[in-house]
């Protein structure tokens, strides 16, 4: 190489360390949280009335009604809750 020409940074660095870096985080962490984030969206999508099911903030009860954002939970007799869809953390299996 002549004293003329100037390096090219890009050549100079080794790119492909970084590109298995990058790929490394996206599989180990982003594309699980990814999935994770789809599957809790369509167990939401999907409830229905008498799902007994569990909010983030651990209460248990049966749904009651579904509407457009919320749903409303039966804890007790003649205890209903309004919440909203996402904080139903699990809905559980009968």
Not at 11 to 39: E, G
């Amino acid at each position: 190489m002549s004293p003329d020409q100037a390096a090219n940074p890009l050549l100079a660095t080794p790119i492909i360390p970084y590109i298995i870096i990058f790929a490394i985080f996206y599989f180990i962490l982003l594309k699980p949280q990814k999935d994770k984030q789809k599957q809790q969206k369509e167990m939401i999508n999907q409830l229905k009335k008498n799902d007994k099911v569990v909010t983030a903030g651990g209460i248990h009860g049966i749904v009651t009604s579904v509407k457009d954002r919320t749903v409303m939970i039966r804890v007790d007799d003649n205890v209903k809750l309004e919440m909203d869809k996402e904080s139903i953390s699990t809905v559980i299996k009968k």
